[in-house]
């Protein structure tokens, strides 16, 4: 391929008029991915590797939730993946449905869907009392 | 709006290897957001008490769903490390100059961590099977067998 010097094509229009929320949202899909980087290869690697799942139990998770670190790892793991997940799933519908009805439709579901799953998770976190 | 009134005339990416991981990535975004809602629910279920989360745990540990949980690796390592790559090509002022050599890097990191986990988590899941099983019990069972007999140890 021929190489072409670098020039200002590549540079952002600010929208006339508009909000900055969609350079905000490209943003943070940048810093929270380098957070969940983190947060979900270690939560893979100690759930998966170090640990092995067959061996999860009641007794681990109470144990793990026995400090505050690790429901504060677990809540920031949770918030991170659902807003991520949440804006990476707006962009894809924006950009392959077409319908504008559906696409709202879609939208709101989603949106609907993350909030419910938030408040559930946040819930479980905050809530859960070993029982033995 | 008036980006939304705009008609396609295609394809807009160039193909090859950055139309591929850009993909790539979108499959496997769309599949952990899928994963994490149900992970969500099932460890949700710890608030009813150890019976019924541990018998919803039971339903995973087979040989089945460790097939599924490398999977699930795979996918969280190639989103991860694409997604660093997308990182340094965005916010790295040489980034968009090594586009090659970040490919290729992504896919030595990939493999070279993969590989290794991969081996653990089976390797693993066919010591602790044959350990928590009664006397007799093969590898062949370990892997056809639905539900090891756990309790009978």
Redesign the interface.
């Known amino acids: 391929m021929k190489s072409v010097k670098r020039t200002d094509w590549g540079r952002r229009t600010p929208p006339i008029g508009g909000t900055n929320f969609e350079l905000y949202a490209w943003f943070f899909m940048r810093i929270s991915g380098l957070f969940l980087v983190l947060l979900a290869a270690g939560h893979m690697f100690i759930m998966h590797v170090f640990n092995d799942t067959l061996n999860l139990d009641y007794e681990f998770v109470a144990a793990r939730w026995d400090t505050p670190y690790w429901r504060t790892f677990d809540w920031l793991l949770l918030t991170l993946s659902i807003l991520h997940g949440t804006n990476g799933l707006r962009i894809v519908m924006h950009d392959n449905i077409a319908n504008k009805t559906f696409r709202q439709l879609a939208l709101y579901g989603l949106y609907f869907t993350s909030t419910a799953f938030f408040i559930l998770g946040t819930y479980v976190l905050v809530a859960f009392v070993r029982e033995v | 709006m008036a980006y ?1 009134d705009i008609v396609s005339t295609g394809s807009v990416y160039k193909g090859r290897t950055g139309m591929w991981l850009y993909l790539f990535h ?1 499959i496997t ?2 599949a ?2 899928g994963y ?2 149900l992970h ?2 099932s ?2 279920l ?2 009813a ?2 019976e019924i ?2 018998g919803a ?1 039971a339903i ?2 087979n040989f089945y769903f460790r097939i599924g ?1 490398v999977g ?2 795979a996918a ?2 190639a989103h ?1 490390i694409n ?2 790559r ?2 340094a090509v ?2 790295w002022s040489k980034g ?2 090594y586009q090659k050599a970040l490919n290729i890097s992504a896919m030595i990191v990939f493999i070279a961590i993969f590989v290794p ?1 991969t081996y ?2 089976i390797d ?2 066919f010591e ?2 044959l350990e ?1 099983s009664s006397a007799g019990t093969t590898i062949v069972d370990c892997m056809i067998r639905p539900l090891p007999d756990w309790k009978t140890k």
């Open positions: 939304q979108r975004g769309v952990l957001f994490l809602l969500i629910i460890t949700a710890i608030l008490g150890p989360y541990e745990e995973y540990k949980e699930l690796m969280v390592l991860a997604g660093l997308i990182i965005d916010l968009s100059d986990t653990k988590m693993s899941y602790l099977c928590k």
